[in-house]
């Protein structure tokens, strides 16, 4: 009970290598069962720095960061993250798969936005973002997976000295309808893992009704899953395959973590061509690779259509066709008219020819929406860029650049 009224700890995880001097202010000691994750001081605003915009970051819980790590894809994995928004966990698992597809789903549209958008600022190619029910995925994706995470919905009782409000929500029945929800969810997961596969169960909460009642439930009705012992660097051996993690006895807030293998052998790395998308007309995507030669350094051929835009698909993907899809894979961009417009997650997941800005003012004018100057850069498509991070387009006219910053994330 005392621990709940100390202040809460923050902690951030870094996506790109950045120089000691360049880090923000307020970054303390590593997190020791996280990589690249560190603590951050109370008062650090790194939220507030163009690092943060360019994707440099991403801010998130010390505990939060605990279910990726036990979950622990190989490089090549397919994997699906269920339950996804905001996206930390899922920035988490798509930089582990420096080789394999992750599939991070949101049942809540306006939260897979959210989710989606986080996925672009980090800069992740690698990546298909759905929303769409876990019943309706799992008649589409039986057996497609070789990790799975269910970072559940839950009570959110180990979120009480971060969030207080949440306290105020709380109820009594609150427990026992996530348990009876949190099931539901486990079962369809259950169906989309591969024979073999790793299958994560996470909540942020203490009760029991919610952790330890939901695994017995589950494998009483699943004799072919098994509970997996794990330990990290840092936390207390989970013998048993189960982790409690108390905020008066490790330096984060209340979590709950499950690592289960389904029984047997098999893989889930199903390639799809186009995943049932529609595949982009001959003729266009050739010229978007011609004009795009002069703008980036490492085009790719774009093989699939979301929409009217185009997008390069990651090498795994489960079959799209009758899916929600708000992201698939790296997004290139598309014709407004006969002019090329370089799709914002471009500039973010691939190389280009640049505008260096030379201070944080002007990187902060930037992503305000101002126009910048540059007199020797040559007109036409170039990305902008502070310290080395990619903060978005700019079109070069004259000596002057128009800005091409998402209006919806201008600051």
Same mark, same amino acid.
């Given at each position: 009970?005392?621990?709940?009224? $100390? ?46 915009? $360019? ?6 819980? /010390? ?8 979950? $622990? ?124 596969? %790793? ?19 589950? @494998?009483?009705?699943? /004799? ?7 330990? @990290? ?27 289960? %293998? ?55 993907? /489960? ?7 708000? %992201? ?34 002007? $990187? ?44 919806? @994330?201008?600051?």
């Amino acid at each position: 009970m005392a621990a709940l009224d $100390a202040p809460y700890q923050r902690g951030l995880r870094f996506r790109r290598a950045m120089a000691r001097k360049d880090w923000p202010d307020g970054i303390l000691e590593p997190i020791p069962w996280a990589r690249d994750g560190w603590y951050l001081a109370a008062d650090a605003a790194a939220g507030q720095s163009p690092a943060h915009e $360019a994707g440099a970051f991403y801010l998130q819980e /010390p505990s939060a960061m605990i279910p990726a790590e036990v979950l $622990a894809p190989a490089a090549d994995d397919l994997v699906l993250d269920l339950c996804a928004a905001p996206g930390g966990k899922s920035t988490q698992l798509a930089a582990m798969l420096t080789e394999g597809t992750l599939v991070a789903n949101e049942i809540v549209p306006s939260r897979a936005r959210i989710l989606s958008s986080n996925i672009e600022r980090l800069g992740f190619d690698n990546v298909v973002v759905t929303s769409e029910a876990p019943d309706r995925l799992a008649v589409l994706w039986s057996g497609r997976f070789d990790c799975i995470l269910v970072d559940a919905p839950c009570s959110g009782e180990g979120m009480f000295r971060r969030h207080p409000e949440t306290a105020g929500e709380w109820n009594e029945d609150a427990p026992a309808g996530c348990a009876r929800r949190q099931l539901e969810i486990l079962k369809q997961a259950a169906v989309m893992l591969r024979p073999g596969g %790793r299958m994560v169960y996470s909540t942020c909460t203490f009760s029991r009704a919610e952790n330890e009642e939901v695994m017995e439930s589950f @494998l009483a009705e699943h /004799p072919d899953f098994r509970l997996v012992p794990f330990a @990290l660097p840092g936390l207390p051996e989970a013998a048993d395959g189960m982790l409690r993690v108390w905020p008066h006895k490790v330096r984060g807030e209340g979590h709950f973590a499950a690592l289960l %293998r389904k029984a047997g052998e098999g893989h889930g790395r199903i390639s799809e061509g186009s995943a049932g998308l529609p595949r982009p007309d001959a003729k266009q995507a050739q010229a978007f690779m011609a004009a795009l030669g002069d703008i980036v350094t490492t085009p790719v051929m774009p093989d699939a259509m979301l929409g009217d835009r185009l997008v390069w698909l990651p090498k795994q993907c /489960p079959p799209l066709a009758g899916v929600r899809v708000l %992201r698939a894979g790296l997004t290139l961009g598309g014709w407004k008219g006969k002019t090329l417009v370089p799709d914002h997650a471009l500039s973010h997941a691939r190389t280009a020819r640049e505008l260096t800005l030379s201070s944080e003012t002007d $990187a902060r004018r930037y992503l305000h929406g101002e126009t910048l100057e540059s007199a020797d850069l040559p007109d036409g498509w170039c990305a902008v860029s502070w310290q080395g991070l990619p903060l978005g387009w700019g079109k070069a006219v004259q000596g002057t650049v128009k800005n091409h910053y998402p209006k919806g @994330l201008r600051k």
